[in-house]
């Protein structure tokens, strides 16, 4: 097996170190088209993300796509075989389930051990990342019945301060990054969805609800198939609530939901 050293990880996209530029990177996000776009942008020579259970239209490994567009290689490890957000279990459980023609070329395939493919991967031409974009990945889509903000981002990091008692619906996978539990959301919204990432190794994609429960936030994920991964809008949009944690239990949100059902339920919270 590769040394840890062989390679930069990072446990999620939103923060890529500084060396991962022209470097293989292994890293925790799901590979949706956003975490292609920001590995990409950092200038990586290959990325391996996590396929987050794939789901509807394929966004769970939109990246692979995206990168290759712009000449990068990039792979993807099933849900099954490492927990989402965690880059070192990543690299010492992961197993390969997609590449894009760019890593295939230099010889990564599915079934692959993680460290083995990023060893391939540095082979890899260095694309060109400096030319990636990306379309805007946030939205405020009006009031909700009780005069709620309801604002989708495609990652959880968008959130801005004015986002404070909002409902916030995200593309970001359901998970704990690497035990950061200040990642969880940075604002004290209303309530927060999430994708469930097809939930994954030790149920890591849906992790990240019972921490919600301790900062007293409704939390619910969305299944992998309902919603398109790292797309806010779809979260909302076309969401079937898959887990739920207490507090939003509380407000009567439950499995098998619409989103748009759930979100009717959230009512300010009681200062």
Known sequence: MASSSSFVLAPTATKIPQTARGRVLLCGSHAGAYAGYLAARAGVRAV?????????DNAGIGALLHCQALGVAAAAVAHTSARIGDAED??????ISHCNAIAAGVG?????????????????????????SYDEARAVMGVSR????????????????????????SGSHGGVV?????????VAAA???????????DQAGISRLPVLDEQ????????????????????????IVSRVNATATGLGIAPGMTAREAVDLIVPAII
């Open 90 to 95: 990543m690299l010492e459980h992961g197993v």
């Open 191 to 201: 309530a927060a969805f999430y994708n469930d990432a097809g939930v994954g190794k």
């Open 178 to 186: 690497s035990g950061q539990r200040g990642l969880v959301i940075r």
């Open 48 to 56: 391996v993300l996590n396929d987050a259970g794939v789901g509807l």
């Open 146 to 169: 009780h005069g709620l903000p309801i604002v989708c981002v495609d990652s959880v990091s968008l959130v801005v301060p004015e986002d404070v008692g909002a409902i916030v619906l």
């Open 216 to 239: 007293r936030i409704a939390a619910a994920t969305v299944t992998a198939a309902s919603a398109r991964i790292g797309d806010g809008c779809s979260t909302y949009e076309s969401g």
């Open 108 to 132: 990564v395939s599915t079934g692959m051990d993680c460290a083995e493919a990023g060893a391939l991967l540095g082979r890899a031409p260095v694309g060109r990342g400096a030319g990636a």
